[in-house]
């Protein structure tokens, strides 16, 4: 039998985070207006509040001290939290489901102060020359005894030089392609470790690039088997861009909620503009979009919830639908807003360039579209 109703503890779930959302977060959006980063005692009020809300790792299994949150109970949050700015919705932070493998001494280093809010993670997967192939990655670690020595570089690092610790990928055996890469937890302050750029984009995300160069890592500091990199990469990736797709349909249905007031309340020639028949028009086919990638990004949680070992398909349906629709609906609310839609500071044009990278990371759309065809076609 489907069905499309929540239980009792998600819809608790939706309600809270919805309060905090518009009550705690909401609020302070104008400050992101005159400045990128938010107010340092801002940023940990709202962290300390998701902590008390249980947001905060909401994503990590309960053995390990997360939340224990399924997978679309996940999804529901991040979907509530895509309805405000992006660096507010960090402040709730999900840290990397990899992080949930380490054992012993890495558990106590690097996953619980994670999970407390202490410490930061973040994925270096990316190079210059290997963005979208990531089999294209030529960072190595090659043994020294029991450690690993990391050179390379990697680029477009969100939060590089905020984050205390990397997951980083990285060729450990002599086979191209994607055979031969392997993951490695460093330490931000490993010696060797250096930010050499900070890349500025059209919205505000903080960037930067990371040079490796003889960064010792002990062998313990390995996730997974080695050579077992691209598969931890893709488990990842599988989470991501279903998460992706539930952030993107939050920032479409704040961009839906924004033009239904403003159509509510504009007047032209005497009629609100939600009288006209060419604004219902525009106004249903972004309703429809919205509902349409729900569809998409609740059936990859779901997927993932009945135990399906990969969601790579339906993970991948979900991000390319949702962040094309969500560009699309979001364009939809900046024209129906005429002048005021491009004016610096509203909220449909913050969403607009907000929007713009998640078609780009996780994997592009055209990436997305080449795994989905490849299953549909049964192709490698
Ligand atoms: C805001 C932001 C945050 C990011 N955060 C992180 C992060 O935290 N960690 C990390 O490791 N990386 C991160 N990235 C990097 C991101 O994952 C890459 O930018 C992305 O994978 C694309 O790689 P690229 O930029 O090298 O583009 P390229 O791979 O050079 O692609 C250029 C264009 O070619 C298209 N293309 C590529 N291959 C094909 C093909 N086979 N057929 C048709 N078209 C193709 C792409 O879709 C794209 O349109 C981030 C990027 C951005 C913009």
Do not use: R
């Given at each position: 039998m489907l069905n499309f109703s929540l239980s009792d503890e998600q819809q608790m779930l939706v309600e809270m985070t919805r309060s905090f959302v518009e009550k705690e977060m909401m609020p302070h959006e104008a400050i992101l207006e005159s400045t990128d980063d938010l107010p340092p005692e801002l940023a940990s009020s709202l962290k300390k509040k998701s902590i008390e809300l249980g947001l905060?790792?909401?994503?990590?299994?309960e053995e390990v001290g997360g939340g224990g949150l399924d997978a679309v109970s996940v999804m529901l949050i991040e979907k509530e939290l895509g309805r405000t700015s992006l660096a507010m919705a960090e402040c709730a932070h999900r840290p990397l489901n990899i992080l949930a493998a380490c054992k012993g001494k890495q558990a106590a280093e690097f996953l619980e102060p994670t999970i407390r809010g202490d410490k930061r993670d973040c994925i270096a997967m990316t190079e210059p020359e290997a963005g979208s192939d990531v089999a294209s990655i030529t960072t190595t670690a090659r043994t020294d005894g029991t450690d690993y020595l990391i050179d390379g570089c990697k680029t477009w690092i969100s939060n590089g030089g905020i984050a205390d610790h990397y997951v980083v990928f990285a060729r450990t055996g002599e086979e191209s392609g994607t055979r031969g890469l392997s993951a490695f937890i460093v330490p931000a302050d490993s010696p060797g470790l250096s930010i050499t750029e900070r890349i500025e984009t059209i919205a505000p995300h903080p960037l930067a690039t990371l040079e490796f160069d003889s960064v010792r890592v002990p062998a313990e500091l390995r996730v997974g088997a080695p050579g077992e990199g691209f598969k931890v990469a893709m488990a990842t990736l599988d989470i991501f861009r279903s998460t992706v797709g539930a952030a993107a349909l939050g920032l479409a249905r704040r961009a839906l909620s924004e033009a239904v007031r403003f159509v509510g309340e504009r007047k032209i020639s005497d009629r609100v503009l939600a009288s006209y028949q060419m604004t219902q028009a525009r106004i249903a086919d972004m309703a429809t979009g919205v509902d349409a990638a729900a569809l998409l990004v609740y059936r990859a949680a779901w997927t993932k919830d009945s135990g399906a070992p990969r969601i790579s398909r339906e993970a991948s349906m979900a991000k390319l639908f949702a962040t094309e629709e969500a560009q699309r609906v979001i364009d939809s609310a900046v024209q129906l807003h005429g002048g005021q839609g491009v004016r610096t500071g509203r909220k449909v044009e913050e969403l607009y360039r907000d929007i713009r990278a998640m078609r780009v990371y996780e994997g592009a759309s055209e990436i997305q579209k080449l795994i989905i065809a490849r299953q549909t076609l049964g192709v490698p």
């Open positions: 905060h790792a909401c994503n990590l299994p």
